[in-house]
């Protein structure tokens, strides 16, 4: 059971918009609509951000949204702004456990 | 309100086994589709999930670590507890507990954490 695959870091200017990658495999994020995606802030413990592939929980940002296509899954942050700036990890389901992936930390610059 | 507050060991030696305490308020882990898991995260590195139980006892675990751990639940206490043997250095984390909702891994309530530091 190996990390999902994000990219070490995204970077963007306020307002614009970015997105994160998570690449599994066909055992995980491509066979099952269970992909979640985290965000957190230095010393802080992660924040639900998006669930099930595409819904977002009470209280996050409509700027959040989440899609994916085959092994791959996408977090996109629209309009970006300063508090945006944090690590944000994806997990998925697979095959009765479940999977962090790697990483990413998002710089507003 | 839901809330999550892990308690054990700061400081565990090498080989030794490490027992943690979830315990929360606000929900109940009889409640059918309710969950309780453990997430670790070693200083500046990832999220690790560790293991998940279900109100209606179901346990799984994270199959690299599923030789040393062990979920248990007392609903009556609102307490789940993990146990790990065999601590390395390399288990050296901060330790979550987090409330699971319906679907994937999808944990949407979070204990502040704990650090567990493995050494001699």
């Known amino acids: 059971q190996s990390a999902l695959t994000q990219p070490a870091s995204v970077s963007g200017s306020p307002g614009q918009s970015i997105t994160i990658s998570c690449t599994g495999t066909?055992?995980?994020?491509?066979?099952?609509?269970?992909v979640s995606w985290y965000q957190q802030h230095p010393g802080k413990a992660p924040k639900l951000m998006i669930y099930?592939?595409?819904n977002r929980p009470s209280g996050v940002s409509n700027r959040f949204s989440g899609s994916k296509s085959g092994n791959t899954a996408s977090l996109t942050i629209s309009g970006l702004q300063a508090e945006d700036e944090a690590d944000y990890y994806c997990?998925?389901?697979?095959?009765?456990?479940?999977?962090f992936g790697t990483g990413t930390k998002v710089t507003v610059l | 309100q839901i809330t999550l507050k892990e308690s054990g060991p700061t400081l565990v030696k090498p080989t030794q086994t490490l027992t943690l305490t979830c315990t929360f308020s606000g929900f109940s882990l009889s409640t059918s589709g309710v969950g309780v898991g453990w997430i670790r995260q070693p200083p500046g590195k990832a999220l690790e999930w560790l293991a998940l139980i279900y109100w209606d006892d179901d346990k799984r675990y994270s199959p690299s670590l599923k030789s040393r751990l062990t979920i248990t639940k007392d609903t009556s206490k609102n307490q789940v507890v993990l146990t790990m043997t065999n601590m390395d250095p390399v288990d050296t984390a901060t330790y979550y507990c987090?409330?699971?909702?319906?679907?994937?891994?999808?944990?949407?309530?979070w204990g502040q954490g704990t650090l567990v530091t493995v050494s001699s």
């Open positions: 066909s055992s995980d994020v491509g066979g099952y609509n269970y």
């Open positions: 099930d592939v595409s």
């Open positions: 987090a409330h699971r909702i319906l679907g994937g891994p999808n944990f949407d309530y």
């Open positions: 997990s998925s389901y697979t095959s009765s456990s479940y999977v």
